[in-house]
């Protein structure tokens, strides 16, 4: 038995929470026909959630992370991606 303390990383699962949302939110839109890639960017370049559809609940979906979260989130992945 390894009697080691274990350290809990919520930023692992708040990550993966603002990843699932935002591939939801991006299904949505496209079900919709809209350019989730523009859509999104007008969303959190204005914080007008009138961006985003509220087919499928993506607009609740997306209300409920701040927008200087999902960005932290899209630089991190893309950061990592390009290092």
Known sequence: MDDKT???A?????????ERILED??????????DPLKQLVGYLSSGDPG????HLEARRKISTVERSKI???VLRAYLKDIR
């Open 51 to 54: 961006y985003i559809s509220s």
């Open 6 to 8: 274990r350290v809990y």
């Open 25 to 34: 939110v991006y299904d949505a839109l496209e079900d919709r026909g809209y």
């Open 10 to 18: 919520t930023e692992d699962f708040d990550d993966k929470n603002v």
């Open 71 to 73: 960005l932290e989130v």
